[in-house]
């Protein structure tokens, strides 16, 4: 399918897949993307797609005699896995990718060594009529990526950085809302631990001319000044006043806690997002962590702990590394326990500074409800300080 003169789209859409590095929900499915440029003098493959879909990739190839490169701007298996079998489909092509990468495909591909020609940061490779620029950028997802710029066609191949996990029949980002939500979601799960970096990275980016932008994952984008916006929000230190609450309730107690915080903030013009772990989509979480400026983890005691479910999503946040400002913990206990240092533990990265802890002795009653209405009210007047 033609972007435009000389460039193809040549990816798969995996219309039902449904879990992502066995950990990462994808209700919408998502696609592979790669893409075939053909100069006067040469032919780039860029990035191939995952091997389970290497048929999808082949079917395009009828009519390609000879492929000159394939470009790797980033090494991970969903878009360097039908590699092997493009190299033994053309055997003359060279794979074009950044030092890091090189390693990386030897490590995880065994392609050989001899198959691989590293590119240097703004190096440029011409095909005749189009230029690839190479640009490293790492960590838009892993520490090897870069994205490929065609300076004549104003068009940049940016692999995981402003994808989004979306099975659409089109070429072209034409839902706003939904592909927003997508590319947010992807952002949270993958890049926000690298925020700073990647806030650079849409600095430097700044300087090209862009009209065309092709993410390895998701819909291609024709209005770059908006996926771009996107993400320049998302990276920024622009925090919402919002308090996000994971929880998970086993008899009730905990639940009720999180009903009253949940009151007394939203009456206090805090907006709520809530999420019971035991039900809850982890894409939803992370989403709402992209910018909120504070979390309230809320738990019952478990054998002697926090809830599992629990530690799992505090481990999670822990590693995404959000902007939050503000933490607390909350839960209902049965005779004792270490929750709060546990919970505490597994948030370590996080630099927030802690409001008081609410532990409730069995069901609360109403001087619980006058210790939740108080968090609120710190809550919201931090907000205020803040100017969230
Ligand atoms: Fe889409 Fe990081 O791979």
């Known amino acids: 399918r033609k972007i435009k003169e000389g460039i193809f789209f040549a990816g798969a859409i995996d219309w039902d897949r449904r879990l992502f590095d066995a950990l990462i929900p994808l209700p919408d499915g998502?696609?592979?993307?790669?893409?075939?440029?053909?100069?006067?003098?040469?032919?780039?493959?860029?990035?191939?797609?995952?091997?389970?879909?290497?048929?999808?990739?082949?079917?395009?190839?009828?009519?390609?005699?000879?492929l000159d490169y394939v470009v790797v701007n980033h090494a991970e298996q969903d878009h360097s896995g039908a590699l092997p079998a493009v190299l033994e489909r053309y055997k003359e092509a060279k794979v074009l990718a950044s030092p890091k990468c090189k390693g990386m495909l030897v490590d995880h591909l065994h392609i050989p060594v001899d198959r691989i020609c590293e590119v240097g940061d703004n190096e440029t490779i011409p095909l005749g009529g189009k230029t690839l620029e190479f640009l490293h950028l790492p960590w838009v997802h892993w520490p090897e990526t870069m994205a490929t710029y065609i300076r004549e066609d104003k068009t940049i191949f940016t692999c995981d950085l402003f994808g989004s996990h979306i099975a659409v029949s089109g070429l072209y980002e034409n839902d706003h809302a939904r592909v927003c939500e997508a590319a947010k979601r992807y952002y949270a799960e993958v890049m926000m631990p690298f925020r700073s970096t990647i806030k650079k990275h849409l600095e430097r980016l700044g300087n090209y001319e862009i009209e065309v932008i092709c993410p390895s994952h998701g819909p291609v984008h024709t209005d770059p000044s908006r996926i771009m916006g996107f993400h320049r929000d998302w990276v920024s230190e622009k925090l919402a006043n919002t308090v996000v609450i994971p929880y998970v309730s086993m008899h009730g107690s905990t639940e009720i806690m999180v009903d009253r915080l949940t009151e007394a903030l939203s009456s206090r013009g805090v907006n709520v997002?809530?999420?019971?772990?035991?039900?809850?989509?982890a894409g939803k979480l992370a989403m709402a962590l992209v910018d909120a400026?504070?979390?309230?983890?809320?738990?019952?005691?478990?054998?002697?702990?926090?809830?599992?479910?629990?530690?799992?999503?505090?481990?999670?946040?822990?590693?995404?590394?959000?902007?939050?400002?503000?933490?607390?913990?909350?839960?209902?206990?049965?005779?004792?326990?270490?929750?709060?240092?546990?919970?505490?533990?597994?948030?370590?990265?996080?630099?927030?500074?802690?409001?008081p802890s609410v532990?409730?002795?069995?069901?609360?009653?109403?001087?619980?409800?006058?210790?939740?209405?108080?968090?609120?009210?710190?809550?919201?007047e931090k907000h205020k300080e803040s100017g969230i």
Do not use: C
């Open 30 to 66: 998502t696609s592979y993307n790669s893409f075939l440029v053909t100069g006067s003098e040469k032919t780039a493959l860029i990035d191939t797609v995952d091997p389970s879909m290497a048929s999808k990739l082949f079917a395009y190839f009828e009519d390609v005699k000879r």
């Open 273 to 281: 997002e809530r999420f019971n772990l035991t039900v809850t989509d």
């Open 293 to 355: 400026a504070t979390m309230v983890v809320a738990s019952p005691m478990v054998l002697m702990g926090a809830h599992p479910k629990v530690i799992s999503a505090t481990f999670m946040a822990n590693a995404l590394k959000p902007k939050l400002k503000y933490l607390s913990i909350m839960g209902s206990y049965g005779w004792g326990g270490r929750m709060e240092e546990q919970v505490k533990a597994t948030l370590a990265n996080l630099k927030a500074e802690y409001l």
């Open 359 to 380: 532990m409730i002795k069995g069901a609360p009653v109403e001087k619980d409800f006058e210790v939740i209405d108080s968090l609120a009210e710190q809550i919201a």
